[in-house]
Structures are given as C-alpha cells and as structure tokens.
C-alpha cells in the first residue's frame, strides 16, 4: 500500500520549453507532498512542501516562478519547471507522508534539457 | 537548523565483511531518523526507523540504534553481501515534517 506514482520517469526536452511532472498517490490521500531535487552523486535537496488547496511552501534559494507546484487535489501533485535551462537538468523526487512517522516516495524523474 | 552528517564514501567491502556506516544528526527536541537504500536506477526504499531514543530499528540483516546521548543512528550490518551494493542514506523528520538527507553512502561489495 502507500504507492506514489511519478511520471514521466526520464522526460528530455529542449531549453527554453516548460515541463511537467506529475505524482499520484494511487491507494492513499495525500495531504502533504515534498519535492526534492537530487544531483549528481549527491543528496537529496527539498524545494518544496505542498498541502493539497493551498500554496506551496518554497525552502530558501528555490525559485518558485520556476519550479510551479501545484496540489490541487488529494492525489495529484505536479511540478512544472518552466522555461527550463540545462542547469535544470536533474533526478527530480516527490515524496508523500503516511501517518506520523512514514513517507512514500516516487520513482523519480530524470530530466535533461538540451 | 537541522541537518544529518554521514560518513563520506564510497565504502568497499568484500562479501561477508562487516558493515558501519556512521550517522549523526543536529535537532532540536526528538527527531525521527531513517536509514533509507537506493539501489541502482531506482527510487528510495525506507530501510529502518526509529521514533524515539534507544529505539533499535532493523531490516535485511541491518540495525540501527538511537543514540541521543551521542545523537547518533550508525547503521550496521555484520555480513554484506554483494546485493547490498547501493546508496545509502541517513535522515530525519521531525512532526512530520520534510525529511532532512545527508549526503549519501556509496556501498560497494564485492564477492
């Protein structure tokens, strides 16, 4: 149970085109989605926090014109990287919570802008 | 603010030999800390957990204990095997909120 399914899992598009990324969670409501940003052979770096019916709470030094999030039902969240550039280029992660002490994450999102 | 410091990597290990990855965390109050495993082309799968201190969270053979008086959570194992290949990573939350990372430990066992 608690499945978040990520898509589209590697999307490449051209710089200066919008993408959209979608997770949904399939058995279970989500209130509370988290976006993270994955480099390289590094970390998991959180952009951003998002409560279905209202905005998305954006961590500091992340551009929320860029990176448009949006909740706008139980079990839809979407990240749109608009206008994207090559340094956009990145393994894009949601992740959902469940109860008190458990989180459910998609499969992840290669994006790579040329 | 919070944060999670990991042992750098890579680690490598032959078959059967045994396994610390160190972990400690900086938080206010009592934190939740995680060990979570991503193998190869895939997502994060939650390995272990523990919610409150002395809490010993296990799975596949790893443990991990909450240690607040040293903040805390190494995750070992005492024979790997070459299928535990993969990143692993310490982490924490707190009231549920976001999960906080540390950086990542590369895992490479060989037979």
């Known amino acids: 149970g608690a499945v978040v399914s990520q898509h589209p899992s590697r999307v490449i598009c051209k710089s200066g085109t919008s993408v959209k990324i979608e997770c949904r969670s399939l058995?279970?409501?989500?209130?509370?989605m988290f976006w993270y940003r994955q480099f390289p052979k590094q970390s998991l770096m959180l952009m951003a926090t998002?409560?279905?019916?209202?905005?998305?709470?954006?961590e500091q030094g992340v551009e929320k014109d860029k990176f448009l999030i949006n909740h706008a039902s139980l079990t839809l969240s979407t990240l749109t990287v608009t206008s994207a550039h090559p340094e956009d280029s990145s393994f894009y992660i949601c992740?959902?919570?469940?109860?008190?002490?458990?989180?459910?994450f998609g499969s992840g999102t290669r994006l790579t802008v040329v | 603010g919070n944060s999670v410091t990991q042992m750098e990597g890579p680690v490598t290990l032959s078959e059967e030999a045994f396994l610390t990855i160190n972990c400690t965390y900086t938080?206010?109050?009592?934190?939740?800390l995680f060990w979570y495993v991503q193998y190869p082309g895939e997502g994060l799968q939650l390995l272990l957990k523990a919610t409150k201190a002395d809490d010993k969270g296990s799975n596949k053979g790893f443990e991990a204990t909450y240690r607040k008086e040293t903040t805390s959570f190494h995750l070992e194992k005492g024979s790997v095997q070459v299928s535990d290949s993969a990143v692993y990573f310490c982490?924490?939350?707190?009231?549920?909120?976001?999960?906080?990372f540390g950086k990542g430990t590369t895992l490479s066992v060989s037979s």
């Open positions: 938080a206010t109050g009592y934190p939740s």
């Open positions: 982490a924490l939350s707190q009231a549920g909120t976001a999960l906080i």
């Open positions: 058995d279970f409501q989500a209130t509370t």
């Open positions: 992740s959902a919570r469940i109860g008190d002490y458990g989180y459910t």
């Open positions: 998002s409560n279905e019916g209202s905005k998305a709470t954006y």
